[in-house]
């Protein structure tokens, strides 16, 4: 199974930061890297696929890069709304599996 | 638009089959994957299989065995049993679309979630 990483595990940011949140692959998984937000008590939420590609009605400030078995997303100014859990998910092999998360709370 | 309903049991006994079902509204099963994805309280998400409108399915080896994934394409359904759980089952189940189109492959519409919980 590929494990997928993430770091940190939780952070605290202000309003208007700028804020990164890195998943390592334990090996190559190309382009195959999603990343979703969570909200508590809600479903996840798709934010990026294929590692830089922004699902549709999710806003500019959300962006991805990375390849190979290193990924970032970064947000360029944190939203009060954007207070979450993020996921990354590698779909390069089954089983398909998630990062442990990291939780976005307020500082 | 395409929404994502579960339904099915909130409480199970240990060593009995948990069933769930995902309703599809708003749109075709057909020419998708559908997931059924798990999450512990307090804990992360987990993958549990995928099945594809026409029927083929993939699981996760760590339930493999004990997992089926079902799908009705006339009532637009797919459906989830794990047989003999354990409390260690107990979790939110989501159902979720697998858009599979490439460069995407990633769950882009989720279900809003059941909670099983397994106790006697």
């Known amino acids: 199974d590929i494990q997928m990483t993430q770091s940190p595990s939780s952070l605290s940011a202000s309003v208007g930061d700028r804020v990164t949140i890195t998943c390592r692959a334990s090996?190559?998984?190309?382009?195959?890297l999603n990343w979703y937000q969570q909200k508590p008590g809600k479903a996840p939420k798709l934010l990026i696929f294929?590692?830089?590609s922004v699902q549709s009605g999710v806003p500019s400030r959300f962006s991805g890069s990375g390849s190979g078995t290193d990924f970032t997303l970064t947000i360029s100014s944190l939203q009060p709304e954007d207070f979450a859990t993020y996921y990354c998910q590698q779909s390069d092999s089954s089983p398909l599996t998630f990062g442990p998360g990291t939780k976005v709370d307020i500082k | 638009q395409v929404q994502l309903q579960e339904s099915g049991p909130g409480l199970v006994k240990p060593s009995e089959t948990l069933s769930l079902t995902c309703t599809v509204s708003g749109g075709s099963i057909s020419s998708y994957y559908w997931s059924w994805i798990r999450q512990p309280p307090g804990k992360g998400l987990e993958w549990i299989g995928y099945?594809?409108?026409?029927?083929?399915?993939n699981y996760n080896p760590s339930l493999k065995s004990r997992v089926t994934i079902l799908v009705d394409t006339s009532k637009n359904q797919f459906s989830l049993k794990v047989r003999s759980v354990t409390a260690a089952d107990t979790a939110v189940y989501y159902c979720a679309r697998h858009h599979v189109a490439e460069p995407r492959d990633a769950f882009d519409i989720w279900g809003q979630g059941t909670m099983v919980t397994v106790s006697s």
């Open positions: 090996q190559s998984i190309s382009s195959y």
């Open positions: 099945i594809y409108y026409s029927g083929s399915t």
């Open positions: 294929a590692v830089s």
